[in-house]
C-alpha cells in the first residue's frame, strides 16, 4: 500500500500562484509514476499532469501547460504542482495519485482544494 497525503490547496486571487505537495509513504516511491487530477464542483474528474518515474518526463493537460509544472524528489517521496497564472476555471479538490503507467493509478489521495477567486 501507498499512502498519499496532499497539502498547500487554499484561496488565491485569479493571477496568483499556489504550490501543492503529496508526500507518499509506504512501498517504494520512486517505483511510482505519480499523477495530478482535480475534480470541480458538478463535473467529473479530470487529469492535471503527470511525471515519470525518474522525473524526465512529464505530461500535461492542455489546459494547464505553461502555467503548472509538476516535480518530485524521490529523496522525500514527495510530489510537486507548482501553479502559476490560476484563473477561476482551476477551482478544484485536486488529488495526487500513484500508479504504473499514467493511465493506471492504484493509490490515491484525500485531496486538497485549490479556490481562485476572480
Known amino acids: 500500500q501507498v499512502q498519499l497525503v496532499e497539502s498547500g490547496g487554499g484561496l488565491v486571487q485569479a493571477g496568483g500562484s499556489l504550490r501543492l505537495s503529496c508526500a507518499a509513504s509506504?512501498?517504494?516511491?520512486?517505483?511510482?509514476?505519480m499523477g495530478w487530477f482535480r475534480q470541480a464542483p458538478g463535473k467529473e474528474r479530470e487529469f492535471v499532469a503527470a511525471?515519470?518515474?525518474?522525473?524526465?518526463?512529464?505530461y500535461y493537460a492542455d489546459s494547464v501547460k505553461g502555467r503548472f509544472t509538476i516535480s518530485r524528489d524521490n529523496a522525500k517521496s514527495t510530489v510537486y504542482l507548482q501553479m502559476n497564472s490560476l484563473n477561476p476555471e482551476d477551482t478544484a479538490i485536486y488529488y495526487c495519485?500513484?500508479?504504473?503507467?499514467?493511465?493506471?493509478?492504484?493509490?490515491w489521495g484525500q485531496g486538497t482544494q485549490v479556490t481562485v477567486s476572480s
Open positions: 509506504g512501498r517504494t516511491f520512486s517505483n511510482y509514476i
Open positions: 495519485a500513484g500508479g504504473v503507467a499514467t493511465t493506471s493509478y492504484d493509490y
Open positions: 511525471i515519470s518515474l525518474g522525473g524526465g518526463r512529464t
